[in-house]
């Protein structure tokens, strides 16, 4: 976190403007989306919620940065025309948490980008089970994991087909979460570049005219 | 349908207990003592809170819970009853209506918690303080619907321009563009601007001149001034070229020769730009004065030496930009910069300078807003200053 009111400011101000994009991006496409009911949605936009956390910290690198846009960004899901809104707000916080911890050590690394994203895709997936544990309690798990065996028996498959469903969906959340990681890490540095590109342009005036 | 505030403020601690009792009475995981628990927070929500029970009819969410009281039924233990047709395990139902029972509970519990507050009454508290995340909070839910209008543009340019993973990629780089330059702009508003000197006047007037001199004139005000001076170096009336002087130390480097080809132009060293922008930048973290010499064309076209002028600089210690401003450059740079709150005529007459340099100091010191005024910080600025 910043040290000076100055740092403060700026550090306010940046989780202001990505976080209004970021509630932008989730009450518009979000909110389409949830209308359409489109699968893997959530999981979609929670892509994209990575791959702007992990693009702003290529452009201002802060620590703290990621939980105070996911802040902001749940805040402004609250006037989100689609209605239900606690899911979404939690999942935006967890999201950044996830995002923060995984960007820590190296903010600007392209394996910490990739990381990131896939822990924020597999989240987004994992709570809607996560809720109802806490809804039902830990006998709902027990009961999907007998279905799936009677539906593995009934079907006449080994053992290890469970296995291997569990490593296909392992590896879409990879490409789904891994490439949105990449994806911002690379979006965010193109940024940088442009934004740097612009300031240099304006900076050296080659001949004038005086 | 929402209580009316009373309604729902009605034994808010009382409740607070009841529902710590009923969460307490699931850990057994019994089906009789989680249905106690469950009639006994209904009956609560009934005495206290009875429009809320009408919130609890949520049909897909008793859907839900029904099938898995069914699945359980016929997935969970062994088969000992028989519905019909259908075989079905006594434990597995008994599970099934525990979740279903705990279920039902958790929905009270987190909707009599969600009507403590409506979402008016969560945005106001959030928003009410003008500090830290709040404010941030508060200026996002403003800047939302015009970037979610700039949102849907890019959507639509990234489809002209052919539906490629490209385009796609340049429209997310522009939001972000967009965002961050939104970001710098919100920085520079909550950051109080520094009072703005111009001292104007045409080629040749005697601007830097007069800047060189104020800067030593302010010294004994308690304000000590860096940046960047742009002496011209004249043969006769005729304009060679231009220097650039720190305004701290007086060092001088080349900047601006006349073009061979063209009488009428300059060519510029661009590592002179980069020279300039570092000691305005420095004078603005280190001096109270910034002065910022030959605001012209150039930066009436918003780059050049307002660059550095215009940047955020955390920790900045400049309370005073003393520019010298071309005459005919001077209402597009107050655009590009905001009005300034002086505007003097450049004079080589060492009285009338040490008058403008008392009218200066005076600007700061009748400001009774700004606290960089009192003796103490200046005091600081005189040990830190220039030698």
């Known amino acids: ?210 | 349908m929402s209580a009316s505030p009373t309604t729902r403020r009605r034994f808010p601690w009382l409740l607070a207990l009841i529902a710590a009792g009923c969460i307490a009475l699931q850990f057994p995981g019994r089906l009789d003592l989680s249905t106690l628990a469950l009639a006994i927070w209904l009956g609560a929500l009934a005495i206290a809170v009875r429009p809320l029970l009408r919130r609890l009819w949520y049909p897909k969410f008793y859907a839900f819970s029904g099938l898995l009281v069914l699945l359980s039924g016929l997935m969970l233990g062994v088969a000992d009853l028989q519905v019909g047709p259908i075989p079905l395990s006594s434990s597995g139902l008994n599970a099934g209506a525990l979740m279903l029972v705990r279920g039902t509970l958790i929905f009270g519990l987190t909707a009599w918690a969600a009507s403590l507050y409506t979402r008016g009454e969560m945005q106001a508290a959030v928003t009410a303080e003008r500090a830290g995340w709040r404010l941030a909070i508060a200026v996002a839910l403003r800047l939302v619907p015009d970037l979610a209008v700039q949102l849907s543009g890019a959507w639509r340019n990234r489809r002209r321009a052919g539906r490629r993973l490209a385009a796609f990629e340049a429209a997310a780089v522009e939001l972000l563009r967009v965002a961050a330059d939104t970001a710098d702009g919100l920085t520079r508003q909550a950051t109080p601007a520094p009072r703005r000197v111009a001292i104007s006047g045409p080629s040749g007037s005697g601007k830097t001149t007069t800047l060189r001199a104020l800067g030593k004139l302010l010294g004994p005000h308690g304000l000590i001034a860096g940046g960047v001076l742009q002496p011209c170096d004249r043969a006769g009336n005729e304009r060679r070229g231009y220097w650039l002087e720190d305004a701290a130390t007086g060092e001088r480097r080349d900047f601006a020769r006349r073009r061979t080809h063209d009488t009428h132009g300059f060519d510029f060293e661009p590592a002179g730009w980069d020279w300039a922008a570092e000691r305005i930048r420095a004078a603005r973290r280190e001096h109270t004065v910034v002065i910022v010499d030959e605001l012209g064309k150039v930066e009436a076209t918003g780059s050049g030496h307002l660059l550095p002028l215009l940047e955020t600089i955390d920790g900045g210690r400049d309370r005073l930009w003393l520019c010298g401003v071309r005459q005919d450059a001077l209402a597009a740079i107050e655009q590009r910069l905001g009005p300034f709150d002086l505007v003097l005529t450049p004079t080589l007459d060492a009285a009338a300078q040490a008058e403008l340099a008392q009218r200066i100091a005076a600007l700061l010191i009748d400001d009774p807003g700004r606290e960089y005024n009192s003796r103490p910080q200046l005091a600081t600025d005189a040990e830190g200053g220039r030698p």
């Open chain 1, 1 to 210: 976190m910043a040290a000076s009111p100055g740092d403060r400011q700026r550090f306010w101000a940046h989780a202001a403007a990505f976080g209004a994009l970021w509630g932008a991006i989730e009450v518009t496409l979000g909110s389409f989306l949830h209308g359409l009911r489109i699968p893997l949605s959530g999981a979609f936009l929670a892509a994209l919620g990575a791959g702007l956390l992990i693009a702003v910290r290529q452009i201002e690198p802060r620590r703290g940065s990621s939980i105070a846009i996911g802040l902001v960004a749940a805040a402004c899901k609250s006037i989100s025309p689609g209605g239900v809104i606690v899911g979404p707000m939690v999942a935006i916080l967890a999201e950044s948490l996830l995002v923060e911890v995984s960007l820590l050590p190296r903010p600007r690394s392209a394996i910490a980008a990739i990381a990131a994203g896939l822990l924020a895709v597999t989240w987004t997936v994992s709570q809607k089970l996560f809720g109802q544990v806490v809804f039902y309690g830990g006998d709902v798990i027990r009961l999907y994991v007998e279905m799936l065996t009677k539906l593995a028996r009934s079907l006449h498959l080994d053992a290890t087909t469970g296995w291997w469903t569990l490593a296909v969906v392992g590896a879409l959340l990879l490409v789904i979460g891994g490439g949105a990681g990449l994806w911002g890490w690379r979006i965010g540095r193109l940024t940088v570049a442009a934004r740097a590109a612009a300031a240099s342009a304006a900076a050296h005036p080659g001949s004038v005219v005086a």
